[in-house]
T-cell receptor, first 116, second 112 residues
Framework: AQTVTQSQPEMSVQEAETVTLSCTYD???????LFWYKQPPSRQMILVIR??????QNATENRFSVNFQKAAKSFSLKISDSQLGDAAMYFC?????????????FGKGTHLIIQP | KAGVTQTPRYLIKTRGQQVTLSCSPI?????VSWYQQTPGQGLQFLFE???????NKGNFPGRFSGRQFSNSRSEMNVSTLELGDSALYLC???????????FGSGTQLSVL
């Protein structure tokens, strides 16, 4: 079974600075998808960024980018120019690409605090 | 386009009762999946429906069931509620074969 590990329960960063959230995963599959989701106090899970394992190029979405290291099974999220609205729980998630694949497998989450 | 809508937002039940949660996906999305979120276990996959058929199921007891209607709306049912069923239940929808899941705001279930 796949597992996703987020080793940082909580991170704190000054507004406008850069922060990196860590995620490692374990899988025997070669083709899969990785995601970062944000969950603010409203509880709605919001997709931040997605990476397809077969793509070597790291995904970027405005101030959010990932460092995808397939061999190391590492998928970190970098948030540049942190803003107060970035404060939330961040979840790393994995999904296999097979037809009978299960749903998303989530990590335990990282609570990101933005200091003004 | 309206997002994923879950009703009700909050629910309080007592042990032994049953409960039904509802989810309306984004228009045009045919896949609906359900997740349970608790402080202890985190986010766990319950099941996924596509075109009224259950495609995948997580490791939950048979008390947890669901269905999907022809308009893609989905319901989730939990029978014989236990205290441990207290959780935030999240519904997500995606387009056909899509890997991008769009989540609703969830239903917070409290079992007393």
């Amino acid at each position: 079974a796949q597992t996703v590990t987020q080793s940082q329960p909580e991170m704190s960063v000054q507004e406008a600075e850069t922060v990196t959230l860590s995620c490692t995963y374990d899988t025997s599959e070669s083709d899969y998808y990785l995601f970062w989701y944000k969950q603010p106090p409203s509880r709605q899970m919001i997709l931040v960024i997605r990476q397809e394992a077969y793509k070597q190029q790291n995904a970027t979405e405005n101030r959010f980018s990932v460092n995808f290291q397939k061999a190391a099974k590492s998928f970190s999220l970098k948030i540049s120019d942190s803003q107060l609205g970035d404060a939330a729980m961040y979840f790393c998630a994995y999904k296999g690409s097979g037809g009978g694949a299960d749903g998303l497998t989530f990590g335990k989450g990282t609570h990101l605090i933005i200091q003004p | 386009k309206a997002g994923v809508t879950q009703t009700p937002r909050y629910l309080i039940k007592t042990r032994g009762q049953q409960v039904t949660l509802s989810c309306s996906p984004i228009s045009g999305h045919r896949s609906v999946s359900w997740y349970q979120q608790t402080p202890g276990q985190g986010l766990q996959f319950l099941f996924e429906y596509f075109s009224e058929t259950q495609r995948n199921k997580g490791n939950f007891p048979g008390r947890f069931s669901g269905r999907q209607f022809s308009n893609s709306r989905s319901e989730m049912n939990v029978s014989t509620l236990e205290l441990g069923d207290s959780a935030l239940y999240l519904c997500a929808s995606s387009s056909h074969g899509g890997q991008k899941l769009f989540f609703g705001s969830g239903t917070q279930l409290s079992v007393l």
